[in-house]
């Protein structure tokens, strides 16, 4: 069976950046589970999807066009310490939901300094270059209750 659209795929994969630093990997866990074509993985690595079958090896190379998308510095603004109420310890790195304009967005704290916060509200692989080792595992059938709630369900998917 090949992967295409409605069709789940499991994957392992190993993602590096430029420098060849690991960023993330199923290595050692289940593999990743997905719908294909309903925006489940990021639309660069989905792409080259398409039409693999179990068993298959290939590297990707993703822009982050098609990744998490460029860099944007408007993201990154200095805020008051004193909208951080009730956290003790403020640490670079430490990451928050915070409420805007667009809903919730995930920052994270970039830069402590007397009583200003720098938050980045960029996702952490904005503007990266992406590359990915990726080993088909499985293809199979979605099911119906899958295709309903648009993920995957078991192992390496939902849990619900
Ligand atoms: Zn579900």
Same mark, same amino acid.
């Given at each position: %069976?090949?992967? $295409?659209?409605?069709?789940?795929?499991s994957i392992h994969y190993t993602l590096k950046?430029? #420098?060849?630093t690991v960023l993330d990997s199923s290595d050692g866990g289940d593999p990743l589970a997905?719908?294909?074509?309903?925006?489940?993985?990021?639309?660069?690595?989905?792409?080259?999807?398409?039409?693999?079958?179990?068993?298959?090896r /290939? +590297? &990707?190379? @993703?822009?982050?066009?098609?990744?998490?998308? *460029?860099?944007?510095?408007?993201?990154?603004?200095?805020? +008051?310490? +004193?909208?951080? $109420?009730? @956290?003790?310890?403020? #640490?670079?790195? %430490?990451?928050?939901? #915070?409420?805007?304009?667009?809903?919730?967005?995930? &920052?994270?704290?970039?830069? &402590?300094?007397?009583?200003? @916060?720098?938050?980045?509200?960029?996702?952490? /692989?904005?503007?990266?270059?992406?590359?990915f080792e990726v080993t088909v595992m499985e293809?199979? *059938?979605?099911?119906?209750? *899958?295709?309903?709630?648009?993920?995957?369900?078991g192992p390496g998917g939902?849990h619900?």
């Open positions: %069976m090949k992967i $295409e659209d409605r069709k789940v795929a950046d430029d #420098a060849g997905y719908i294909h074509g309903m925006g489940n993985l990021i639309p660069g690595l989905e792409s080259q999807l398409l039409g693999r079958s179990a068993g298959e /290939l +590297s &990707v190379t @993703v822009p982050p066009a098609e990744a998490y998308g *460029e860099f944007d510095p408007d993201q990154v603004v200095e805020v +008051s310490r +004193s909208q951080f $109420e009730g @956290v003790a310890e403020l #640490a670079v790195g %430490m990451q928050f939901t #915070a409420s805007g304009p667009d809903g919730h967005q995930m &920052v994270t704290v970039t830069k &402590v300094e007397n009583d200003m @916060v720098t938050i980045d509200g960029n996702h952490p /692989l904005a503007g990266k270059t992406l590359h293809v199979r *059938e979605a099911t119906p209750d *899958e295709l309903s709630h648009g993920h995957v369900h939902h619900h």
